[in-house]
DNA sequence: GGATTTCCGAGCACTTCACTCGGAATTCTA
DNA sequence: TAGAATTCCGAGTGAAGTGCTCGGAAATCC
């Protein structure tokens, strides 16, 4: 998430290397190389190889969700088993008989769409500390 | 979760004894004694030693919400350590730079809202199928 | 006294998470 | 064309969490 929204930071000025983003956000470089690989493969970064090179990322920054990222580096979003995103086909065989499941169900939608209701562009504007906006 | 929607359903007809709700809900019963000590701990259930002992939920079903119960055995709700619930002290040295603390707590609010909006009472109501309202 | 049931602590296989390591391929620059 | 910078790739590792088992002690009822 920090990668993201450092990258987003630095859209319009080129592609951005791994180790400038390493020193800024004050992470480990080898493991920023293995998150990006999986953001590579979901179409939301772009790399260029050799001196000069980095990542940029694949949209602009307003069309890239934290939805989107959590999808990348962790899979569909789904609290349980029985609650496959998109895939209804999966769901539990107790259905009829479990109000459990009504739980994860709402869990989901609700975590979902609120990851999915930010993008990089709002995230990257510097922080005034407000933090959450209530939802 | 089950197994407190299990007790729900029986609230008002005594205690209920873990080899019942093993058998109804098809759960490891060593397992579930496990988890029940995590929930009389946090107040929720009252256990009865005993022959025709067994466990009571400790409020009315619709005074315990999925929440309590999720906090109960999995901790507080904190998406990113930076995030402690109901402690902004233990909260993230970076707050000024970072964007990326808004989604976790948005995320956090989220959850918690999602499952203190849902209490046993609703949960046992025999499902007809519905499953989540959107939310 | 014996059956039933809660209570308690320890342990275990499996997975995930954050992270390291070594090295190959590509691209820019001097 | 050499060499530095950088992405790309696969494998491995330590710590923690999850779902579960096991053995046994204490309480309570008949």
């Known amino acids: 998430m920090r990668l993201m929204v450092d990258l987003a930071r630095h859209w319009g000025q080129g592609t951005v290397s791994l180790h400038a983003v390493a ?3 004050d992470l480990p470089e080898a493991y920023l190389e293995q998150l990006v690989a999986a953001l590579r493969k979901a179409g939301l970064v772009n790399g260029k190889r050799g001196a000069g090179g980095g990542y940029i990322l694949a949209r602009e920054p307003r069309a890239i969700t934290a939805g989107d990222v959590v999808r990348a580096l962790e899979g569909p979003i789904e609290p349980q088993i029985c609650t496959a995103e998109g895939d209804p086909v999966l769901n539990c065989v107790r259905e009829q008989d479990c109000g459990t499941r009504a739980v994860w169900l709402r869990l989901q939608t609700s975590i979902a769409s609120a990851l999915d209701g930010m ?3 709002e995230l990257a504007r510097p ?3 407000e933090g959450a906006r209530s939802g």
């Open 23 to 25: 020193e800024r956000e």
């Open 127 to 129: 922080t005034r500390r």
């Open 119 to 121: 993008n990089l562009a």
